[in-house]
Nanobody, 116 residues
Framework: QVQVVESGGGLVQAGGSLRLSCAASGSIFSINLMGWYRQAPGKQREFVARIFSGGRTDYADSVKGRFTISRDNAKNTVYLQMNSLKVEDTAVYLC??????????WGQGTQVTVSS
């Protein structure tokens, strides 16, 4: 099994920055991709960003130019640097880790609240 733990959420004013971290541990043979999703109250979970094992990255249009995803392969950790935060970025941010043997594993999420 794969354990996924997010950290780094908090309360920040609009225009501010936060850096989220997601660490994977357990039965990891090879990670295919690590990604971030978010879910706001009353809304569906939505894709934010992902990074593949080869380094390719994808972003949702709503965060392009403001968020940057990066990865430390040695630590099985993915980061999400969030700049120029907006009130509408408020959500629980969840990390997804996809491995070759375990499929997809989700973390519990970390709350990000952006105040006006």
């Amino acid at each position: 099994q794969v354990q996924v733990v997010e950290s780094g959420g908090g309360l920040v004013q609009a225009g501010g920055s936060l850096r989220l971290s997601c660490a994977a541990s357990g039965s990891i043979f090879s990670i295919n991709l690590m990604g971030w999703y978010r879910q706001a109250p009353g809304k569906q979970r939505e894709f934010v960003a992902r990074i593949f094992s080869g380094g390719r990255t994808d972003y949702a249009d709503s965060v392009k130019g403001r968020f940057t995803i990066s990865r430390d392969n040695a630590k099985n950790t993915v980061y999400l640097q969030m700049n120029s935060l907006k009130v509408e970025d408020t959500a629980v941010y969840l990390c997804l880790v996809v491995t070759t043997t375990s499929g997809g594993s989700w973390g519990q999420g970390t709350q990000v609240t952006v105040s006006s």
